[in-house]
């Protein structure tokens, strides 16, 4: 971990602390460069990628320094009326995955009444198929990580008898594996993206009667993605990532198995693929920074009780103490 690494020719030391000023820039300038490259690349997801920056500053400590009523009206436009729902942008479809964001952003911001709770739980409610699976939109695509947005942003809307709860948890069941992952549909490949979905549905349904998780196996297979460098991997033979630092680590954490993996060896991992110049974190040291990695390394970090940031709620992905504030956990 203390290898210098070289990008454009240029060695340089990796950073071996976060460099919170330097992320929280790099987020700022994302949010308001429309005409960078990456921003046409992910413009079908903004509301998603909104979710990401501002869960990122609020971890940071810094929300405040975001343009909060900017946000709210701009969410304002990507929500489809007729549907119920939200679009990853404005004039977009709606859709479960960016309905889940924008109700975690108004959670974030505190501000879940703007929320029409009804409309969006009726929507979630909508795309359920008889097998308790969810679609993500009028679509059909099904996939596990429908079922825990359509959980998620239910229950932060307080409005769990809009869906199937018994039958969601029944159909995320029906997708557990030999070595107690999980796929995206049944008889899918585990993998740990889909793993902490399916897991945090489980805890948000209730579904998690002894013995539904096979908690050993699990836990194995989970801190078996830790590689040499530190990193995690998403599945075996994969090379490490840093967005598995929340995939890997918040399924251990619902598990209670955080200990199962090298803390500091990941931690180190993390803070290498910081970029020490123009901050943000990429997927792996000396790649490009996004504010997906960014997100994904600060969530990691603050899982692993990160001095200096703000504790993240494995489940949710929003701060434990906005998770603490709307009733949803005790402690
Ligand atoms: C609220 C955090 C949060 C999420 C909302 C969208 C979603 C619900 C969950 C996504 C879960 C998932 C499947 C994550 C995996 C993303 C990822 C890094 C996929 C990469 O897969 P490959 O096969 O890469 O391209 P590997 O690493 O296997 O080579
Ligand atoms: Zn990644």
């Known amino acids: 971990a203390s290898a210098s690494t070289s990008r454009g020719g240029v ?12 992320h929280a820039d790099f987020i700022q300038r994302a949010s308001s460069d429309d005409d960078a490259i990456e921003s046409a690349l992910t413009d079908h997801l903004r509301v998603s990628g909104a979710y990401w920056g501002l869960t ?26 007729k549907k119920g729902g939200y679009g990853g942008n404005e004039g977009h479809d709606a859709h479960l995955l960016y309905t889940l964001s924008a109700v975690q952003i108004y959670a974030l911001f505190d501000r879940m009444d703007l929320v029409d709770a009804d409309a969006v739980a009726a929507f979630a409610g909508s795309l359920q198929r008889d097998d308790g699976s969810f679609a993500g939109d009028e679509w059909g695509e099904i996939d596990t990580r429908f079922s825990y947005c359509a959980l998620c942003l239910c229950k932060l809307c307080g409005r769990m008898d809009a869906i199937d709860v018994d039958a969601a948890a029944a159909f995320v069941d029906r997708c557990k594996n030999w070595d107690g992952g ?22 948000i349904a209730g579904g998690d009667a002894p013995g539904t998780i096979d908690r050993e196996a699990l836990g194995w297979w ?12 998403g599945r075996p033979e994969k090379l490490p990532d840093v967005c598995y630092g929340w995939w890997v680590l918040s399924a251990l954490s619902i598990l209670n198995k955080l200990e199962w993996i090298d803390a500091d060896a990941l931690a180190r991992f993390i803070l290498d ?25 600060v969530a990691g970090l603050s899982l692993l009780g990160f001095e200096g940031l703000r504790r993240i709620d494995p489940t949710y992905a929003l701060p434990a103490d906005v998770v603490q504030r709307m009733g949803l956990r005790e402690t």
């Open 11 to 22: 060695a340089s030391i990796p950073p071996s602390r976060l460099l919170s000023s330097l």
């Open 56 to 81: 990122a500053m609020a971890l940071l400590g810094r929300l405040d320094e975001m343009d909060r009523d900017g946000v709210l009206a701009w969410l304002a436009r990507c929500y489809d009326a």
């Open 182 to 203: 999980y796929g995206a549909e049944p008889g899918g490949e585990s993998h740990a993206g889909q793993i902490f979905v399916c897991v945090a549905a489980l805890e």
């Open 222 to 233: 989970l801190c078996e993605r830790q590689v040499k460098a530190g990193g995690l991997n």
């Open 273 to 297: 693929a910081q970029d020490g110049e123009k901050g943000g974190i990429a997927d792996r040291p000396s790649d490009e920074p996004d504010v997906f990695h960014t997100f994904f390394g």
